[in-house]
């Protein structure tokens, strides 16, 4: 599985982004795929995460009730709707897949991942 994160930039404080991940490769319907990021100085931190069928997500506290997780499996793309947005949320942010059984938070639980956006928050 390939993985291709796209989407970031530079936004002011309240500003909105999506990001976005294409997967390529096989039986990417079924993967579990999740959102992470890594502030400098940092260590990498779980964002989000859905499952295949796309009914469930989960949320790291910090951004519950901003961000919002999706996918479309036809197109093979997982999206992040970041709303409301902080200086906090400064990071690179990387899209992250695995055939793992339920919502995992943990990075190294995941074999695949992208390259990575930066998101820059300006105050």
């Known amino acids: 599985v390939q993985l291709q994160a796209s989407g970031g930039g530079l936004v002011r404080s309240g500003g909105s982004l999506r990001l976005s991940c294409v997967a390529s490769?096989?039986?990417?319907?079924?993967?579990?795929m999740a959102w992470f990021r890594q502030a400098p100085g940092k260590e990498r931190e779980f964002v989000a995460g859905?499952?295949?069928?796309?009914?469930?997500?989960d949320y790291a506290e910090s951004v519950k009730g901003r961000f919002t997780v999706s996918r479309d499996n036809a197109k093979n793309m997982v999206y992040l709707q970041m709303n409301s947005l902080e200086p906090g949320d400064t990071a690179v942010y990387y899209c992250?897949?695995?055939?793992?059984?339920?919502?995992?938070?943990?990075?190294?639980?995941?074999?695949?991942w992208g390259q990575g956006t930066q998101v820059t928050v300006s105050s």
């Open positions: 859905i499952t295949w069928s796309g009914r469930s997500t």
């Open positions: 490769g096989s039986n990417t319907g079924s993967i579990l």
């Open positions: 992250a897949a695995d055939y793992i059984f339920g919502l995992q938070r943990n990075s190294a639980l995941y074999k695949y």
